[in-house]
């Protein structure tokens, strides 16, 4: 929680206009959380697009201090940032295996998640080239239908056992479609198929809830639970809660506040018109922080806001690149001047009702962040 304007502006770098604030004792706090919630199933850590944009760097060493072994990443590059970091850990890319990494693979010990019969046959291959059985985990496609082997490619490997013999296979996954809705009845027609098509495959452990998967019940934690979203204090589940805290908040400082008169228009393309003598504050945050451009906001819609004290106060116009503008009309004076802080994200407007103004999800608010915003950490876990 930002305090006043002199205690917050004494921590940060002159100049500074955005800034999120991380609370890495919190994120600590929800992974024990979200472990003990899926117990006995081991609890990773997806730590992919760097943290959910709160800092890979900072983020990975807290969750291994709190105790957590496994992380999931999307990309290679991650998985060698994970390493550097966490020098123990299993980690696993779910991007899988591309041509030419699996002497990477090896060098830095991470673990492919290997979605087609092709990746599956090249990294056995690999095995038998160098003389090592190298780790993976395999995707099944229960159907959600991006990445995974199909039924068709699980039965040849059930049949054909030898063309996993060279892989040390340490998990097998899939990936819920509809987790984020409770009550669809497909979340229980993939469990089905997930356990119908991994009986069919050498004895592994299993993973199938990520962050709202976990809110299904004990039936789809299996051996292993990967929450992302929830460990940064998401909320992915549009039924049910998830018992975690909020991790992050991110304010940006307003510029300037001017009056205008009825009729008057409000930034590019004049799509706002003030109905009545308005006061327009100009907040220092715009598509190019992250903040999207379809919580613009023409006459009759309201599409983003932010709040001042706890108070909400909508934007009108476009958002730009660097700018959004906002009608503080409805607030005391005192409550929205130069130099002040506009909650984006906190107590008042939490990621899910920031990404719903916006027409996207919490996930896509969070990870869009840009580098622009300073990032300050509290707390290590």
Same mark, same amino acid.
């Given at each position: ?33 979200? %472990? ?13 697009? *760097? ?24 990309? @290679?590059? !991650?998985?060698? !940032? ?9 980690? =696993?890319?779910?991007?899988?295996? #591309? ?5 990477? =693979? ?49 039965? %040849?490997?059930?049949? !054909? ?9 340490? @998990? ?18 993939? @469990? ?20 709202? /998967? ?8 299996? *051996? ?7 460990? =940064? ?6 039924? #049910? ?7 992050? %908040? ?61 108070? #909400?106060?909508?934007?009108?116009? $476009? ?5 959004? %503008? ?36 919490? =996930? !896509?608010?969070?990870? $869009? ?5 300073? $990032?300050?950490?509290?707390? /290590?876990?």
């Amino acid at each position: 929680m930002i305090g006043s304007r002199q205690q917050h502006d004494a921590a940060l770098p002159p100049g500074t206009t955005g800034v999120i604030r991380i609370d890495l004792d919190r994120l600590a706090a929800n992974w024990r959380v979200l %472990t003990a919630l899926g117990r006995p199933a081991e609890c990773a850590a997806v730590v992919k697009a *760097d943290a959910y944009g709160l800092g890979a760097i900072r983020c990975i060493p807290a969750l291994a201090t709190a105790g957590c072994g496994t992380f999931f990443v999307a990309r @290679l590059e !991650e998985a060698i !940032e994970v390493r550097a970091l966490a020098p123990d850990a299993v980690i =696993y890319v779910l991007d899988g295996l #591309l041509p030419g990494a699996e002497h990477v =693979y090896a060098r830095i010990r991470a673990r492919p998640v290997l979605s087609s019969l092709e990746e599956v046959l090249a990294f056995a291959a690999f095995g038998r080239a160098t003389g090592s059985r190298p780790a993976a985990a395999l995707h099944i496609c229960s159907g959600l239908n991006r990445l995974g082997l199909p039924e068709t490619d699980v039965l %040849t490997l059930s049949q !054909e056992p030898g063309r996993l013999a060279q892989i040390d296979l340490q @998990l097998i996954m899939s990936h819920l479609a509809s987790a984020d809705a409770g009550d669809d009845p497909r979340n229980a027609q993939q @469990l089905a198929t997930f356990q119908s098509l991994r009986s069919k495959l050498p004895v592994a452990p299993a993973s199938l809830a990520a962050s709202d /998967g976990m809110m299904l019940g004990p039936a789809y934690y299996c *051996d292993l639970t990967r929450p992302g979203y929830a460990l =940064y204090g998401g909320q992915p589940s549009g039924s #049910l809660r998830t018992p975690v805290d909020p991790v992050v %908040t991110v304010h940006a400082r307003v510029l300037q506040v001017r009056d205008i008169a009825v009729g008057a228009s409000v930034g590019y393309s004049g799509i706002w018109t003030a109905a009545r003598p308005s006061r327009i504050a100009t907040i220092a945050a715009g598509y190019a922080d992250g903040i999207p451009r379809s919580g613009s906001a023409p006459n009759g819609c309201e599409n983003g806001a932010v709040a001042f004290s706890g108070i #909400l106060a909508p934007v009108v116009g $476009r958002v730009s690149m660097d700018l959004i %503008t906002i009608d503080v009309t409805d607030l005391e004076p005192e409550t929205c001047q130069p130099g002040d802080w506009a909650e984006l994200i906190g107590p008042t407007i939490t990621l899910e009702e920031a990404g719903r103004r916006a027409g996207t999800i919490g =996930y !896509e608010i969070l990870t $869009r962040l840009s580098r622009r915003f300073y $990032r300050m950490y509290s707390g /290590g876990g």
